[in-house]
């Protein structure tokens, strides 16, 4: 039997100790502040969160999905494929900045608890256990609507869902889905999300099943079970010998072991052999039915509901934008005019949180930064000239140059794109061929109830 | 700029000073101060006899120098202490080469000029129509400003803030909601650049006043050259320094357009003469733009330029 323990005491190094806490947190803080640098004028390191989102492989499932290519950056998620299949979840103990807010709760957690003189770790209530047999249906239900053409599962990706939640703070609204987060951490255990919920996780899950190497209890095991106490997923419960899939590799476990020294070990002796299992009836059940919930519920996630909204330029065709954006709030952050809003619940389930231009309020400065920050591609890199937001549209009843024969023209003068032309009489009249909808008529417009409106087209590029 | 035209100019302004010595009634520095510390010059009197000052070149801090020492210099306006405010036009998002925004080495030159002559504050503002924050740094003015010392900031969204109503007294503009800094400024320069305006044909320092004005929609659905005029018989500047060295000479005001170099500074205290001025580098009768045929008749000003002493700096 191979097997070669190439970390012995490792993971008792003080910096393996504090540094699985302080990489993750540090990563947190890094996306804290890259987000807040999404602004105008965008610096140059924006492209630094776009980079480190592309670790998520969900990422790249959308984009094989929906582009039907390789992209460029592909390599990059099949890193993390990768890692995980040679030692597990090590991208969510060690580099996921959501991870690492959880961390944070979980280690503040322990500290608390053993101030209090109640013992290393507090575990996981026992119903958390029960959710278990449950937790590959919801991934299974999740990967449907995913293909299907939801763009929500990959907000509950740790990059988009995390930046999401950091937007809406910057708006001053309140970040529930991050509270609620928090508050499941609270009532069942910290890494609660990670171990049940997260896609991401859950896919890495799966593939840890097949992992080279993986965590081991020391040979003089007394099954204290202070590992499993200490374990922030469950997954050295799962032992006696080897961790679960769960495992994040972060070592705490060693940590609280008083027989000996946990390894990163290889070998076919006990979890690879846990990844077989065969399929009960019963489980092919609850499969076909969770297929079903989210075939049913795909519409509702999925298809645009009601009128048009105006997207950012360069924003795919409306059933495809709602299938890849993720809803981070990054064009939101980073749109230098604010004309992009988060559209209300109000608007739909598979419309809530997307970006929408609101000419009245602001209009698009074409500077195209949403384009630059968008991780998924659901706005895509495109020249301004191509871009068709909308097209303006005069109503000449009302419009002061038209109704009145005044000298107004002020559309004219705002227009960016010089899409207006005006007549003898300093009348204006739009010329579809050069508007891209970037709403500046409409924000100019004297009138109390616009005389120009940009109206959304069905395509949004021109050929 | 073609020289023919500037030398017509020039003839003609000889012509005028030779044949028109009332117009030189008035010492030249007298003028300027006639208006310095009066928070509202009288708009309603006779046209301010004054001068025009036009600098030539390439350099505008040095342009400015000279212009301002030909008007008598920079302390003939801005005592010690003044709270001085100036009000370029950057509106538009576009760069300093793009020529649709007042020079950014201008505005710096001239906020360390009022500044070494003592000004306690100097702001610079302005109520871009486009987003600030992309007019604030395109134009390289925010910058300049801040490197020279002065303060910068945009009016956007801050009615109450920076905004009181007034009454403006013109027919179709009785009251507005008018810049606090101005009304409360000692000193006001106006800092317009010449360039093509697609409603006015040009836009000039008194166009540039619009700015000043919480809701400029309303002097479109009423009577924009009217409003403009009226507005500037209101609040006339102390001084306007109009920025003619290069400028878009269609495509106005939002640019980019074909540009033009005239290579000029123009200074005065008569902002019709100034305007007036500046249409005819356009190769305009100032008659032509409306606003000035207006303002000239609200007496704010002289529209007459082969009247007014352009006086080389």
Redesign the interface.
């Known amino acids: 039997m191979d097997r070669r323990d190439f970390s012995k005491s490792a993971m008792k190094l003080p910096a393996l100790r504090y540094g699985r806490t302080l990489l993750p947190a540090s990563l947190l803080a890094a996306v804290v502040a890259l987000v807040a640098r999404h602004q105008?004028?965008l610096p140059a390191d924006s492209g630094l969160l776009l980079w480190f989102s592309r670790l998520d492989p969900l990422l790249l499932v959308s984009y094989l999905r929906w582009e039907g290519a390789f992209p460029a950056w592909g390599w990059l998620p099949l890193a993390t494929v990768l890692l995980t299949l040679a030692a597990g979840r090590v991208f969510c103990g060690w580099l996921c900045p959501l991870g690492g807010l959880l961390a944070l709760m979980h280690d503040g957690r322990a500290f608390v608890r053993r101030r209090l003189g109640r013992g290393p770790g507090a575990g996981r209530p026992a119903w958390t256990d029960r959710l278990r047999p449950y937790r590959y249906h919801w991934l299974l239900a999740l990967a449907a609507l995913m293909l299907l053409g939801s763009g929500w599962v990959l907000y509950l990706s740790p990059f988009h869902l995390l930046t999401s939640e950091l937007a809406r703070l910057w708006r001053g609204e309140v970040p529930w889905m991050a509270a609620a987060l928090l508050a499941a951490g609270l009532i069942a255990f910290p890494r609660f999300w990670c171990v049940y919920l997260c896609p991401t996780g859950l896919t890495l899950s799966l593939l840890a099943r097949w992992r080279r190497w993986a965590v081991k209890a020391p040979a003089g095991c007394r099954r204290c079970g202070l590992c499993a106490r200490a374990c922030p997923t469950g997954a050295a419960a799962a032992g006696p010998a080897w961790a679960g899939a769960d495992c994040l590799v972060c070592g705490r476990c060693a940590g609280v072991c008083p027989a000996g020294d946990f390894a990163l070990a290889a070998g076919d002796d006990g979890h690879t052999a846990a990844a077989g299992g065969t399929f009960t009836r019963r489980e092919v059940i609850r499969a076909g039915v969770a297929l079903a919930v989210a075939t049913a519920a795909a519409p509702a996630l999925g298809r645009p509901a009601g009128a048009q909204p105006l997207r950012p330029p360069g924003a795919l065709e409306e059933d495809e934008f709602l299938a890849r954006c993720s809803r981070c709030g990054r064009c939101i952050k980073a749109c230098?005019?604010k004309c992009l809003k988060a559209m209300p619940l109000s608007s739909g389930a598979a419309s809530f949180l997307t970006p929408v231009i609101v000419p009245r309020e602001?209009?698009c400065?074409l500077?195209q930064d949403c384009q630059r920050v968008c991780p998924t591609g659901a706005i895509a890199s495109l020249p301004v000239e191509k871009a068709v937001i909308g097209l303006a549209e005069i109503d000449r009843a009302r419009c002061?140059g038209w109704a009145e024969g005044?000298?107004?023209?002020?559309c004219?003068?705002?227009?960016?794109q010089?899409a207006i032309d005006?007549d003898k009489q300093?009348r204006p009249s739009v010329v579809n061929e050069k508007c891209v909808g970037c709403g500046?008529c409409e924000n100019?417009?004297?009138?109390e109830q616009p005389a120009i409106v940009v109206r959304p087209q069905p395509k949004r590029r021109r050929p | 700029m073609d020289r023919r035209e500037f030398l017509r100019l020039a003839a003609l302004a000889g012509a005028g000073a030779v044949l028109l010595p009332g117009c030189m009634a008035a010492p030249a520095r007298e003028a300027p101060r006639a208006d310095v510390g009066q928070g509202r010059p009288d708009a309603g009197g006779a046209p301010a006899p004054g001068e025009l000052v036009v600098a030539e070149g390439r350099e505008p801090a040095e342009m400015l120098a000279r212009g301002l020492a030909a008007l008598g210099g920079v302390g003939a306006f801005v005592k010690p202490g003044a709270t001085v405010v100036l009000k370029p036009n950057f509106s538009v998002p576009r760069l300093p080469e793009e020529a649709a925004t007042t020079n950014p080495h201008l505005v710096g030159a001239l906020v360390r000029t009022c500044l070494a002559a003592g000004a306690k504050t100097v702001k610079v503002i302005e109520y871009p129509f486009t987003s600030p924050a992309i007019c604030l740094e395109k134009s390289g003015i925010k910058a300049a400003v801040a490197a020279a010392g002065g303060q910068i900031y945009t009016l956007n969204g801050g009615r109450d803030r920076y905004f009181r109503a007034v009454q403006i007294g013109g027919r179709e503009l009785a009251a507005a909601e008018y810049s606090k800094d101005v009304l409360d400024a000692d000193v006001f320069i106006n800092m317009p650049i010449l360039k093509h305006h697609n409603g006015t044909r040009l836009t000039l320092g008194m166009k540039n006043l619009m700015g000043l004005v919480w809701d400029r929609g309303y002097f479109h659905r009423t009577d924009l050259h009217r409003c403009i005029a009226e507005a500037a018989a209101f609040k006339r500047p102390h001084l306007t320094i109009l920025d003619a060295i290069r400028g878009i000479t269609d495509n106005g005001p939002m640019g980019p357009g074909p540009i033009r170099e005239w290579g000029q500074l123009v200074l005065g205290t008569d902002p019709v003469a100034v305007d007036a001025y500046g249409a005819t580098l356009f190769g305009l009768k100032p008659a032509d733009i409306d606003y000035i045929r207006i303002a000239a008749e609200l007496g704010v000003g002289r529209m007459d330029v082969d009247k007014v002493t352009v006086k080389k700096a």
């Open positions: 105008y004028p230098p005019s602001a209009r400065e500077t002061i005044k000298l107004c023209l002020l004219q003068e705002q227009c960016p010089h005006s300093d500046a100019g417009c004297p009138l």
